[in-house]
Every structure is written in C-alpha cells, then in structure tokens.
C-alpha cells in the first residue's frame, strides 16, 4: 500500500485542523455524524508497528489514502508509528481530537473510552472484538462502554466491525483495516458484517461502482444503519443507500426514516439469516406462512426499501438506479436478435410478474415495414441474427417512441460478421432523451470489451445474461411500483374493548395458550366480526337439538385440546342433512378422537352461502409487532400458499391491496356467470382484526379460516377462528 510521510512536527498532515472546520448543521441532533465522518482530527489508540497488525494497517490506510487532518497514533510503547510520532496516551496530544479509532484488547476499551470523554473527543469506531458477540462478560463489557458514550454525549460506530470510509476529496478518510478503497461516487453503504463489507468494497470498485460513505458497523451498539440513513437521508452527494444486514436495530425508527427517504432517495438492502425455524414452531396457518423472513420482506416493502436476493442483485439495481430513469409504467419491450435470449428474458420477467409492453397498431405496421417476414413484430421483437447496427436502429427508435412501452430490455447475441461496437453505440444513440430506462445484455464471444465500455460509460446497464438484465429491470419497476403505492389512511370502528377484554379473563386457555371457542366467537363478535350461527354441544343429543334450532344443511366440527388442524385429523364433517347424520357424526368422533382428547366438545354450524374461501389472520412478530394475512383459505392453504402478507398498524388501503396482490386474485372476480365477493366486507372484517390486534398486545395469533367470502348482498363470515394469547 502507497504511503506519505507525514511533517514530524505537525504529527501528522499539511492541513491543520483549525483550518477544516465540519459541517454542525447537518440533520442535528442524533443525525449529526460528522464527527465520524468529516472529523478534523484522528487518533488511532492501539496503533501498531507491526505491519501485519490492524493497528498499523488503520494508520497506514489513513495516511496512504490522504485524509486531509493530523493523525495521532497512540500507543505508550512506540515513539514512531509508520514514520509519524506516536503519543504513550490521548491525553499527551496537544492538540484536540474530533474521531478516535480504538484497536486494543476489549478488556481495556472501557478505560480507553473513558480517556476520550475527558479528552472531548465526540465520535470513536471500536474495531476490537470482544463483546456482545461473545456474551458473558463481553455483553457486560459492552454496556459499560454505552454508558460513559452516552453520559459523555460520543457517538459510537462498533464494537466489533471494520472501520469507516469517506471518499470526499475534501476528507479522504480510509478509517478501517480495508485493502481496498472504493472509487469515489455518490453511494451510502452500510455492512453489518466486517469481513463481507471488506469484500463488497473489493467488488464495488470492480465494476465501477463509486462509493461515498461506507460504515461497518460491528454490534450496532450506538450507530446503526437507521442513524446512517437518516444523516445520509440530508447529504445531497449521497443519492442512493445499500445495506447489508444480518438483523436490525431500532425497527420503527428505521421504519420512520426510511419511508421519509422513500422516492428521494433508493435504499437497497439485502437481508441475511432467512429461517423457517418460527414458521415450524407455529400452530396456525397464519403463523406458519408469515414467518420471520416473511415479516422481514414485508418491513422492508412496506417502508420502501428495495430487497436484493443477493449481493449481486443489488449492485445490479444500484447501477440502474443511479443512472437510468425511473420508468413511468410497467411495461418492458423486448428487442433480441436471438429467440432464445429473448424468451429467457421474456420468463424472468413474467416470473418477477412483470408485463411485456403491447404494441400499437402503428409500431406493429413500422416493425413490419423494416423487419424480414420471418422476424417477429410481436413482443419481445426478434431481428433475427442478420440484424446489424441499422436494423436495430430503425427498430428501436419505432419502439422507444410507443407511449404503450416504459422500459426496454435490449438483447444482442454477437455473431462474428456483426460490428459489435457499432450495435453497441446505435443502442446508446436511439435509446435516450426517452425518459425511459434502457437495459442491455450482450453475449457471445465476439461481444468485445469496447461495445460493454461503451454502454458502461454512458450509464447503460450492460450484462452477460438475459435473466440478469432482466431482473435489473424488475427492480427499476418495483421500485416505481412502491413510490406510487397508495398508503392510505388510519381506519377505526366502534367497538366493545372492554367486553371483550372480560371474556379474555376469564377464558379457558390450553397449555399452548389457545382460547376455547366459544371465548373466540365471543371475542370477534365484540370487535363487529361476524361468524357464521354456531351451538356448542357435548353429545349426539344435544347435536340433534341444535342443528334443529341453526336450520340444516349443518356442519359438526370436535374441539379440544390438541385440536389444531381439524380436517386433518377427522375433527370436521360438512354438510349434513338431517339429525340421525349428525348424531351419527359426533359419535364416530367420540369414538376415533376421545383418548386422545379429553373433554371433547363439538360445534353444530349452520352451512354459509358464500362461495369463497378465504384465510384472514394476524401473528404477532416479537420485533415487528402484529403481521397480517389475507388468502385464499380452507384446508389447501398451505398447499397453495397464496397469501399476502402486511405488518399492522394496517390503513384502510391494505386489505384491499393484499386481495389485488394474490396470484389467484381473479377468483374474488366474477367468473363463469358467478359474481365476485364484496371485497369492501372482506377489507371490514381485515380492518376489525387490525383493531383487534392493536387493543390486545397480548393475543399472539389469531386466524379466522376460512372466512366465507359473499358477493353483495350476502353475508361475509367466519366458520371457524382461533384466538391464542402469551402462554401462562
């Protein structure tokens, strides 16, 4: 690594620091990190000679990339620290200290942070590891650091991480043990994980992808990734934010800013550490379909965060982001000199759910007037191999200019008698000055570096494969998708909390903290929702007798302890005609389900007349709070998995927007001469439940499934609801 020396007498640089004074007006308050990252001043304590050590690799990186104030090493052992004189303690520094970067063994940290409160230093990065990760005495050893930051007003990046980066020419700042330093741009980039973050800088700067900021930030013990947002959130030269995480810290807070940065500025993240493990441990259908990576997905959609897949992905959609427009609608023409690449294209972007642009009778007549016969005019466009730079000339300025296309993929297989270059650069010249983004893929061996370069250089996202650029596509639209996402309103009902907070009390409860069911329907009937006329019986008898009073046809459902899941075991039979089948019915189940649950009990429903099963239910996230869904229900919906998944506080937008988001949302429609169910009753009973959730932080999961969907006219209601609430 490039070194400078320093003037021995200055102790560090050329720029002194009273001459550099940093910004205090930005963001304020908890916003204001300039004095991590446009300190005028550095102290590195734990400073090495060791060049194999982080010490020595901290100032070094410091000194090498530039930065533009004094740099102090510290260490009590050393008198020179990479040709610069090093100071035995903080306190020896004659001058003041904006930024302390503390490399030395945990057990000594609490004492190091306290000199740098008596020193005024205002922010310091723990690189040392040793703490929370660890737990025992390094969770202890953590908090104690957290007390003398917070009494002493030092904000904190760390423990346990990497460092900091700032590429502004007026800092030039490498505070971290990173070999290699991003190019300069106009990213914010937040890694949780040192190691992955060293890594990502490696590759960001590969492709050409310029960062302005970038924190490791280790435990998160003070500064997390919802404080770098919000002080990245007021720096005009940070344009777009990437994060990696592997948990998060304060959820609403992140929520708050992120959805203020929402349409301002792009934040992609991608999210580690997915898990079923939740999903296994639940006991409804709610709880098993909106798991934890469910809750996570839907936090980041709802606050307007771009989730990537992978690392991969998101430096795709951060280069389309920072130099395409974002597209006005969805819909993607395809242009291919190939059919395979273009039906690839073509999948990928129906898998992401995307639609392909339809062409106006004009463009068709324009395509078909340059296009050979055997090309295709329809979408995706196939020039067919011959195509050359003036086929795809004439094709693309026809199609960019249909106001039915908002985005276009371009695809362009390189045979060897085709001028790559000259494609490259007809692409570059029809395609801007649209407003529409332009995506490219150029395969085959004879692509030629200077085609890429070409489109590169002009801001034209260029890839080897067509389900790549594809993807890069979906997320230009996805992210137009949630800046134009209606979020609606707060919707309240009048209803009976205090009733129902009395049949809560004195509720049965299992062992698995699962209500009775005559507690559940009183309950929901409380908060407005309705079920479906329901007798709860305990012998064949009285059966006979209730279905009498409900009106046949009649479903007999046992309840008990264990029961869960009741078609699965027997514990539902629908549809029954008169009292001998229902007194047949309840005995069969007393035969085959008594041992195995005690105090059997058994339901006589009267049959609902809606004609759509529905699932509508809430789990309770211990981090996000209550995680709606709404899908289709009854007995296959863990087979179909078509459910929609929201994180509550829920606004009168949401459940209308849950049923839209279905894959099989034409079945609410009407189809076949049957009518569509009232979807305004089905958002009602969704909303209710909100209500429900928000009143009662301690019912951890309730399902009404299947709710029994009616058009106008016709009852929507529930046949049959759990309640559980926080086991005793």
């Given at each position: 690594m490039a070194t400078r020396k320093r003037d021995p007498g200055a102790g560090a640089s050329k720029t002194s620091a009273s001459k550099r004074k940093p910004s205090?007006?930005?963001?304020?308050?908890?916003?204001?990190?300039?004095?991590?990252?446009?300190?005028?001043?550095?102290?590195?304590?734990?400073?090495?000679?060791?060049?194999?050590?982080?010490?020595?690799?901290?100032?070094?990186?410091?000194?090498?990339?530039?930065?533009?104030?004094?740099?102090?090493?510290?260490?009590?052992?050393?008198?020179?620290?990479?040709?610069?004189?090093?100071?035995?303690?903080?306190?020896?520094?004659?001058?003041?200290?904006?930024?302390?970067?503390?490399?030395?063994?945990?057990?000594?940290?609490?004492?190091?942070?306290?000199?740098?409160?008596?020193?005024?230093?205002?922010?310091?990065?723990?690189?040392?590891?040793?703490?929370?990760?660890?737990?025992?005495?390094?969770?202890?050893?953590?908090?104690?650091?957290?007390?003398?930051?917070?009494?002493?007003?030092?904000?904190?990046?760390?423990?346990?991480?990497?460092?900091?980066?700032?590429?502004?020419?007026?800092?030039?700042?490498?505070?971290?043990?990173?070999?290699?330093?991003?190019?300069?741009?106009?990213?914010?980039?937040?890694?949780?994980?040192?190691?992955?973050?060293?890594?990502?800088?490696?590759?960001?700067?590969?492709?050409?992808?310029?960062?302005?900021?970038?924190?490791?930030?280790?435990?998160?013990?003070?500064?997390?990734?919802?404080?770098?947002?919000?002080?990245?959130?007021?720096?005009?030269?940070?344009?777009?934010?990437?994060?990696?995480?592997?948990?998060?810290?304060?959820?609403?807070?992140?929520?708050?800013?992120?959805?203020?940065?929402?349409?301002?500025?792009?934040?992609?993240?991608?999210?580690?550490?997915?898990?079923?493990?939740?999903?296994?441990?639940?006991?409804?259908?709610?709880?098993?379909?909106?798991?934890?990576?469910?809750?996570?997905?839907?936090?980041?959609?709802?606050?307007?965060?771009?989730?990537?897949?992978?690392?991969?992905?998101?430096?795709?959609?951060?280069?389309?982001?920072?130099?395409?427009?974002?597209?006005?609608?969805?819909?993607?023409?395809?242009?291919?000199?190939?059919?395979?690449?273009?039906?690839?294209?073509?999948?990928?972007?129906?898998?992401?759910?995307?639609?392909?642009?339809?062409?106006?009778?004009?463009?068709?007549?324009?395509?078909?007037?340059?296009?050979?016969?055997?090309?295709?005019?329809?979408?995706p466009i196939d020039l067919i191999a011959s195509a050359g730079p003036e086929r795809y000339r004439k094709v693309l300025r026809t199609v960019v200019r249909d106001p039915g296309v908002d985005s276009l993929l371009v695809l362009f297989v390189s045979p060897v008698m085709i001028d790559a270059e000259a494609v490259a650069r007809t692409i570059l010249e029809e395609t801007q000055g649209h407003g529409k983004p332009v995506v490219t893929c150029i395969m085959g061996k004879q692509r030629g570096d200077e085609a890429v370069e070409l489109l590169k250089n002009a801001?034209?996202?260029?890839?080897?494969?067509?389900?790549?650029?594809?993807?890069?596509?979906?997320?230009?639209?996805?992210?137009?998708?949630?800046?134009?996402?209606?979020?609606?309103?707060?919707?309240?009902?009048?209803?009976?909390?205090?009733?129902?907070?009395?049949?809560?009390?004195?509720?049965?409860?299992?062992?698995?903290?699962?209500?009775?069911?005559?507690?559940?329907r009183g309950i929901l009937a409380e908060y407005g929702i309705p079920f479906v006329s329901t007798v709860q019986v305990s012998s064949p008898e009285e059966g006979v007798a209730a279905a009498h009073r409900v009106g046949f046809p009649v479903a007999v459902k046992a309840t008990g302890a264990g029961l869960v899941h009741k078609t699965d075991q027997g514990a539902v039979v629908v549809g029954l005609l008169n009292g001998d089948e229902v007194y047949e019915t309840i005995q069969n189940m007393r035969r085959r389900l008594g041992r195995r649950h005690p105090g059997l009990q058994f339901e006589v429903q009267a049959m609902a007349k809606g004609h759509r099963e529905l699932l509508l239910g809430f789990t309770r996230d211990p981090y996000f709070g209550p995680l709606f869904a709404l899908g289709l229900g009854g007995v296959h919906v863990e087979v179909l998995k078509d459910v929609v998944v929201r994180l509550g506080p829920l606004r009168d937008v949401d459940p209308l927007q849950m049923m839209d988001g279905l894959r099989g949302r034409a079945l609410l429609a009407p189809y076949r001469g049957a009518p569509g169910v009232d979807k305004a009753k089905v958002q009602e009973v969704l909303l209710r439940l909100n209500q429900l959730a928000l009143d009662f932080p301690e019912v951890q999961e309730c399902e009404l499934n299947p709710l029994i969907a009616g058009e106008k006219g016709v009852p929507t209601v529930a046949v049959d609801a759990r309640i559980r609430v926080q086991s005793p």
């Open positions: 205090r007006k930005r963001g304020g308050g908890a916003t204001n990190l300039d004095c991590l990252f446009r300190p005028r001043s550095i102290a590195v304590l734990g400073a090495s000679r060791n060049p194999q050590s982080i010490g020595y690799e901290i100032v070094a990186n410091l000194v090498g990339q530039g930065f533009a104030g004094p740099v102090f090493p510290v260490n009590p052992k050393a008198k020179v620290v990479h040709s610069i004189p090093c100071y035995p303690s903080l306190e020896a520094i004659p001058e003041p200290i904006d930024l302390a970067i503390i490399v030395v063994p945990s057990l000594l940290v609490p004492k190091v942070v306290r000199s740098c409160a008596k020193k005024g230093v205002k922010g310091i990065v723990i690189i040392s590891a040793g703490f929370r990760e660890i737990g025992g005495k390094g969770t202890a050893l953590e908090e104690e650091v957290v007390r003398i930051c917070k009494k002493a007003g030092i904000r904190m990046i760390g423990p346990n991480c990497m460092g900091i980066l700032n590429t502004e020419p007026e800092v030039r700042m490498n505070a971290s043990f990173a070999a290699s330093v991003p190019i300069p741009g106009n990213i914010g980039f937040v890694s949780q994980s040192g190691a992955l973050g060293e890594a990502i800088l490696s590759d960001a700067r590969e492709i050409g992808l310029g960062i302005r900021m970038f924190a490791s930030v280790g435990n998160r013990a003070d500064v997390g990734a919802d404080d770098l947002c919000e002080y990245w959130a007021n720096d005009p030269n940070v344009r777009l934010i990437l994060l990696y995480l592997e948990s998060f810290g304060e959820a609403e807070r992140f929520r708050r800013i992120a959805e203020e940065l929402k349409c301002k500025k792009p934040i992609i993240a991608v999210k580690s550490g997915r898990t079923v493990s939740g999903a296994r441990a639940a006991g409804s259908h709610t709880g098993s379909i909106a798991g934890e990576d469910k809750a996570v997905e839907t936090f980041l959609f709802q606050t307007g965060v771009l989730r990537a897949e992978s690392l991969r992905e998101m430096f795709n959609m951060a280069g389309a982001l920072l130099h395409q427009p974002i597209p006005q609608g969805d819909r993607v023409a395809v242009v291919t000199n190939a059919g395979g690449p273009g039906i690839l294209a073509t999948d990928a972007l129906e898998g992401r759910r995307i639609p392909l642009a339809t062409f106006q009778a004009s463009t068709r007549k324009r395509l078909a007037a340059v296009l050979p016969p055997e090309a295709s005019i329809q979408n801001g034209i996202p260029v890839f080897s494969f067509p389900e790549e650029a594809a993807d890069t596509i979906s997320g230009l639209i996805r992210y137009r998708q949630m800046c134009a996402r209606e979020t609606g309103v707060p919707k309240t009902y009048r209803v009976q909390t205090r009733k129902a907070r009395r049949l809560l009390g004195k509720a049965a409860v299992d062992s698995e903290g699962w209500l009775e069911g005559s507690a559940v």
